[in-house]
């Protein structure tokens, strides 16, 4: 069985202050996916990144931050000098082939991010 | 780029009437189309999946009697919710892969229903 668990159901920070959100895993599978989600107000989930099972290395796109370590099973993200339209719904999830291809989700976490 | 579209977006029905929920795949051919439920304040449960020209795998607990799903052509996955009720009501997405693989899924906007 996989599963995602982000602990975190809910932060609200300042804007400009940094944010990162937890994400655990389990998986038996050796070649899976991980996947970053956005979930704004309007529903419509907005992919932010994958990373297969091979291949840790931190990665960064703008604000946005990455850290894979597939010793802990953690896949954590961090938003850096967050802004007001950061405020969202971040989902965490997995695909592995073991699961036939089926992408579990995390239960998510809400960012609030205050003005 | 891949684009997924839904309709309708949201829809407001009748308890005891159905309801269908169209999934497009604009500028690809999806192979898997996927279904999600999702309740207020709740993550996206996957209810079925469903390859073209075959029937759907459904989830444990997803009754298939009650959510039909078809998926007759490469762009198109239909669900529809038979004889609603009010605890229906909920954020319906749909996702599309290019292949049935491990990759991406590209995701509708989603259509919100609710039963009255």
């Known amino acids: 069985a996989q599963k995602v668990t982000q602990a975190q159901t809910e932060i609200s920070v300042v804007e400009k202050e940094d944010v990162t959100l937890d994400c655990v895993y389990e998986?038996?599978?050796?070649?899976?996916?991980l996947f970053w989600y956005k979930q704004p107000p309007s529903g419509e989930l907005v992919f932010l990144i994958r990373?297969?099972?091979?291949?840790?290395q931190n990665e960064i796109s703008g604000r946005y931050s990455w850290n894979f370590q597939k010793s802990t099973s953690s896949f954590n993200f961090t938003i850096t000098a967050s802004q007001v339209v950061d405020s969202a719904v971040y989902f965490c999830?997995?695909?592995?082939?073991?699961?036939?291809?089926?992408?579990?989700f995390g239960g998510g976490t809400r960012v609030l991010v205050k003005p | 780029g891949a684009v997924v579209s839904q309709h309708p977006s949201r829809v407001i029905c009748k308890s005891g009437t159905s309801v269908k929920i169209e999934c497009r795949s604009l500028?690809?051919?999806?192979?898997?189309m996927f279904w999600y439920r999702q309740f207020p304040k709740q993550s996206l449960m996957l209810m079925a999946t469903?390859?073209?020209?075959?029937?759907?795998?459904?989830e444990q607990g997803v009754e298939k009697d009650k959510f039909l799903i078809n998926h007759a052509s490469l762009t198109l996955s239909t669900l529809t919710v038979t004889s609603a009720h009010p605890e229906d009501s909920s954020f319906y997405i749909c996702?599309?892969?290019?292949?049935?693989?491990?990759?991406?899924?590209?995701f509708g906007p989603g259509t919100r229903l609710t039963v009255t």
């Open positions: 996702s599309a892969t290019k292949t049935g693989g491990p990759h991406e899924q590209y």
């Open positions: 998986t038996r599978d050796t070649t899976y996916y």
């Open positions: 990373r297969n099972s091979f291949d840790e």
């Open positions: 999830a997995l695909i592995a082939r073991a699961a036939g291809n089926k992408l579990t």
């Open positions: 500028d690809f051919q999806a192979t898997t």
């Open positions: 469903s390859n073209e020209g075959s029937k759907a795998t459904y």
